[in-house]
């Protein structure tokens, strides 16, 4: 979910196309295919005349994703993932996306793909500071 300003401008929630060895592979993944969309929107808004100059952020529930991310040493253990979803790590070491945990307990996307009571929809309604 991508936000600008106080609203939210772009969200997707869909299945993977492909079948990931572990959850830290499912979320890299899933973080990388964020990074195309951040490069997407960062385009389209200068077309629309407004330029980006701020790091943009990613919230990641899975911290051995955000370590795979940010250590520059290509592992013998991803050598399974496709070469195109490293697109993410050459983003965040050229400085351009910072990808930081965020606690899965206050993971506000989830709601477009887990069932939740009433709750944790109201902790998240307070949170995003909708009345």
């Not at 300003?5 to 979320?27: C, F, R, Y």
């Not at 929107?41 to 407004?50: A, Y």
């Not at 050459?90 to 606690?103: C, M």
């Amino acid at each position: 979910m991508f936000s600008f300003g106080s609203g939210d401008v772009s969200w997707n929630s869909k299945k993977q196309p492909t079948i990931t060895l572990s959850s830290t592979e499912a979320k890299y993944r899933g973080a990388a295919i964020v990074a195309c969309e951040v490069v997407w929107l960062q385009k389209l808004l200068s077309k629309l005349g407004q330029s980006v100059d701020a790091l943009v952020v990613i919230y990641c529930d899975n911290i051995s994703s955000i370590l795979l991310v940010n250590n520059p040493i290509y592992h013998a253990r991803t050598k399974h993932i496709e070469v195109h979803y490293h697109f993410i790590k050459a983003k965040v070491l050229a400085s351009e996306i910072n990808l930081i945990h965020v606690s899965i307990e206050v993971q506000v996307v989830d709601i477009f793909t887990k069932a939740f009571g009433t709750d944790k929809l109201r902790k998240f309604r307070k949170m995003s500071g909708v009345l």
